[in-house]
């Protein structure tokens, strides 16, 4: 065993790392390198015993076949699409993710965005402010009043499981969709299981993603699904960008089949200025400049939700350094 580990923190965290030097610095030398892109990575990776990945690039192959020490990648936050962690496996190197660290935070995201939209706030507000229209309720009608109507949920997880409530406690009819899901959840939870995601999109008034992306969920919400949701419902996500195919959300926005949606992770980020779906939020012209919100991955903040971040991932490296039990792996 080394005199002291070396724990590499790859991106995102910047500045004094007091959070990993309290959990790490009796065992490692922390070092934190604020990249930006997997290149930015050769040289600097290759003797890390432990590796703290964030959401600003990824770890390849490439990446994680050039590791000759490393113990554990914690992915410190719940998606862990960003690194290959079949391959590490085949490394014999763990990968792990911190699930519970911004479950409040990501649930009382989708909710807000949820209410903002369903309840004309958004539209009004970005209305008025451009001095368009009557000062009066009539430019938002319908509204419908939200006590039992279908909150649909993609993913019964932990967020999905939260969001739930969130739901339900508005008085919602609160119903999910998750084949991985086992049987009695439903139950625990009171809500409503259904089968198909078909029949879910095709109930739900206000449909909300919190399933990991895979490549079964890629693009689950496209052209084809999208047309299955009810004229007039609502579309959030707060999951992996690449769950929904943006590009079909200004066309569905502009026929008047969504009323509105709230997108908080998209597929590339930050995005390019031509992505159709930047494109017509950004325009004064398209109904999608009135009846779009689109946040810049932020669903998952809070000051406390980022130190439970960065603690988490700190115990973490601490149970693979000392050879302990590492909890959470995915791999």
């Not at 005199?3 to 995102?12: G, M």
């Not at 998606?79 to 009382?108: K, L, M, W």
């Not at 939200?146 to 919602?172: C, E, P, S, W």
């Not at 302990?324 to 791999?331: A, F, I, M, Q, Y």
């Amino acid at each position: 065993m080394p005199a002291r580990f070396k724990v590499v923190v790859t991106d995102f965290i910047t500045g004094p790392l007091a959070p990993e030097n309290e959990g790490l610095g009796d065992l490692a030398d922390i070092v934190a390198l604020d990249a930006h892109h997997e290149d930015e990575l050769q040289g600097r990776i290759e003797d890390a015993d432990a590796i703290m990945l964030y959401h600003n690039l990824g770890l390849s192959r490439r990446t994680v076949e050039r590791l000759t020490r490393c113990k554990l990648i914690v992915r410190c936050g719940v998606g862990f699409d960003n690194v290959d962690h079949a391959f590490a496996r085949s490394r014999q190197i763990p990968v792990a993710n911190v699930p519970d660290y911004g479950t409040e935070e990501v649930a009382d995201s989708a909710i807000g965005m949820a209410l903002t939209l369903a309840r004309g706030i958004h539209f009004l507000n970005s209305r008025l402010r451009e001095a368009q229209g009557p000062w009066m309720y009539t430019q938002a009608v319908p509204i419908h009043r939200l006590a039992r109507r279908v909150f649909g949920i993609v993913g019964l997880g932990r967020i999905g499981a939260a969001t739930a409530l969130r739901a339900k406690a508005l008085g919602m009819d609160v119903r999910f969709y998750d084949p991985l899901k086992p049987d009695g959840y439903d139950k625990a939870l009171g809500v409503r299981r259904v089968e198909s995601l078909e029949a879910l999109m095709r109930e739900s008034h206000i449909l909300s993603m919190h399933c990991p992306l895979t490549p079964e969920t890629r693009h689950l919400v496209n052209e084809r699904t999208i047309a299955w949701m009810p004229r007039g419902s609502f579309l959030v996500n707060t999951a992996r960008g690449a769950v929904v195919d943006t590009s079909c959300v200004p066309p569905a926005l502009a026929s008047g089949l969504l009323a509105g949606a709230g997108i908080d992770v998209l597929e590339g980020e930050p995005p390019a200025a031509d992505d159709p779906l930047i494109a017509a939020w950004r325009d004064p012209g398209h109904v999608a400049h009135h009846r779009l919100i689109v946040n810049p991955h932020s669903a998952f903040y809070s000051e406390e939700g980022l130190l439970d971040m960065r603690i988490k991932g700190s115990q973490a490296c601490r149970r693979a350094l000392l050879g302990e039990r590492v909890r959470n792996v995915v791999n």
